[in-house]
């Protein structure tokens, strides 16, 4: 089992920045690639994105390319997802989630081990 818990959600305005951190213990961190999703009330869970056990390979879904960065310290067994020039279509729950191997995923069903999630919350 791999326990993931998110951390760092709050309120920020429009054109804000907020950093999410992810922190993982139960089994060896470096063997998990790990993406970021996120589900807004009354809508389906989306991709945000992902990055693979090194950090050196990363994949955006385009909404949010550009503006957001996901990058992990695999000493601190914890993954970083940094948001800058916020929208309020940002507003959602953000979710962390873990997937063994080496190939980066982009559907939820590929990954194995999720956290409770943290609100994130952009006024306009």
């Known amino acids: 089992q791999v326990q993931l818990v998110e951390s760092g959600g709050g309120l920020v305005q429009a054109g804000g920045s907020l950093r999410v951190s992810c922190a993982a213990s139960g089994r060896t961190f470096s063997d998990y690639a790990m993406g970021w999703f996120r589900q807004a009330p009354g809508k389906e869970r989306e991709f945000v994105c992902a990055?693979?056990?090194?950090?050196?390979?990363?994949y955006y879904a385009d909404s949010v390319k550009g503006r957001f960065t996901i990058a992990r310290d695999n000493a601190k067994n914890t993954v970083y997802l940094q948001m800058n020039s916020l929208k309020p279509e940002d507003t959602a729950v953000y979710y962390c989630a873990a997937r063994f191997g080496l190939r980066l995923g982009y559907r939820g069903d590929e990954y194995e081990f999720w956290g409770q999630g943290t609100q994130v919350t952009v006024s306009s």
């Open positions: 990055i693979n056990r090194s950090g050196s390979s990363t």
